[in-house]
Nanobody
Framework: QVQLVESGGGLVQAGGSLRLSCAAS????????MGWFRQVPGKERERVAA????????YYRDSVKGRFTLSRDNAKNTVLLQMNSLKPEDTAVYSC???????????????WGQGTQVTVSS
């Protein structure tokens, strides 16, 4: 089992940048595909980006392509989501998630962090 802790959220003006970090516990972090999701109250949670266990494959939802970059450092048990050119519609609670050990970056995601608020002002 893996435990996840997010950090890096906050308030930023439109056009600005934030970097979200997800720290994972456990010695087998390199065996988990990872993802970032976001949710706005009253709306369904949506997958923002995902990365395979070895970091070779990535997925981005269309609305963030070219603005967000997901990376991982398996030596440091961390996943980073660099968010540039932020828009007010990016405002949400962002959560880090992991699949089962050996899982695909397409999911399902079984382990979740508590989430971090990202607010983009216009």
């Amino acid at each position: 089992q893996v435990q996840l802790v997010e950090s890096g959220g906050g308030l930023v003006q439109a056009g600005g940048s934030l970097r979200l970090s997800c720290a994972a516990s456990g010695p087998t972090f390199s065996g988990y595909a990872m993802g970032w999701f976001r949710q706005v109250p009253g709306k369904e949670r949506e997958r923002v980006a995902a990365i395979s266990a070895n970091g070779v494959r990535t997925y981005y939802r269309d609305s963030v392509k070219g603005r967000f970059t997901l990376s991982r450092d398996n030596a440091k048990n961390t996943v980073l989501l660099q968010m540039n050119s932020l828009k007010p519609e990016d405002t949400a609670v962002y959560s880090c998630a992991a699949t089962a050990l050996g899982g695909s970056y397409g999911g399902p995601f079984l382990y979740w962090g508590q989430g971090t608020q990202v607010t983009v002002s216009s």
